[in-house]
């Protein structure tokens, strides 16, 4: 049975729609000070994408929070207009748009933690606080939310770099990085031979799917499966029941608002990229700040696009701004199909 859908209006005009773990129980590794997760979803799919991994970290003293982006159920729906005036707006226009849509985000954090007096870092270091994770399409949303903290409050940004301990990329893939496509590159997004009403039901077998490729450490282009699923493991939505499908899979919200968003936004979603995981004046707003950029080994080849650029990015800057780990076995799903594996990688990561 899907998680309950909870509201937070962030202003007068709009809310955001969530599912939560809850408070976990205060006898788990972390006692009272338990690490709040804040997650956020992709292209296609909905917040409850994330429901196997709350509850494996309500068990592991991990409370996830995971948002519900505008157009998708229960959130306040994107003005038409707005959307329809995506595709001749200018650059100022994109940055101006995705600037709200972090600031959005940013202010749904900061009143969710004041609301439910959120644990800010233990002293050890260990429990409390809180990361962002952007998964797929949600790493722009992340990394948005990261680089607009300083059009909060002044009280507001203070509880940000007081708490914020991780950035997650979970398997970001390079369309939301703004990173550029491989040669190779292919989805049935954009398979102009699909009929526009199977391009999402395919997309989400294809995506769900697990990918044999080839020593991916030489950071060869050559090395990676760009079409072909494994027949190794079914994808990760025949691991979903009819009834979890329904809630999970959401074509209407992927074609209306943001397919023209996701296509356009290359440039902005790069420079939010580069600010949150590498500009110093971020970094110092942000003092406590990690980032991860978690892999999963048999994802798309999108995943292994964006790895290998941010891992040449951040070797070009000396190393250490951005820490790298794939989880072996893990598709885009991991979160789904191998939920207490990804929890540790993202718990190892803050350590």
Known sequence: MSQAIQTLAIDSTVQLAYIDSGVPSSDTAFGSDYITLFAIHGFAFTAHIFEKLATVAKSSGVRLV???????????????????????ATDDDKTAFLRARGIEIALFIDKFVEAHKVPPPSESGKGGGLAIIGWSLGVSFA??????????????????ARYMRSLIYLDGVQTALGIPNAAKFWTPVIDESIPMHLRVPFFANW??????????????????????PSPARAPSIYNMSDAQREVIIRAESAWTSEFPFMVLFERQFYAAYQRAAFDKTVRDRLPKMKV????GGSSA???????????????????????????????????????????????????
């Open 301 to 351: 080849s999108f995943a292994f696009t964006a790895l290998f650029k941010m891992q040449e990015e951040d070797h070009a800057r000396g190393g250490g701004n951005i820490n790298f780990h794939i989880l072996k076995g893990g598709n885009h799903f991991m979160h789904w199909d191998d939920p207490e594996a990804t929890l540790k990688a993202i718990l190892d990561s803050m350590a």
């Open 143 to 160: 990394n948005a939310a990261v680089v607009n903290t300083d059009a909060l409050s002044e009280a507001a940004q203070a509880r940000f």
């Open 292 to 295: 991860l950029a978690l892999v």
């Open 207 to 228: 995506i769900s799917a697990y990918f044999a490729h080839g020593d991916v450490s030489t950071r060869d282009p050559d090395a990676v499966e760009y079409v072909v």
């Open 66 to 88: 995971a948002i519900m982006r505008r157009d998708y159920p229960g959130s306040t729906a994107l003005p038409s207009a707005d959307i329809q005036s995506l595709s001749t």
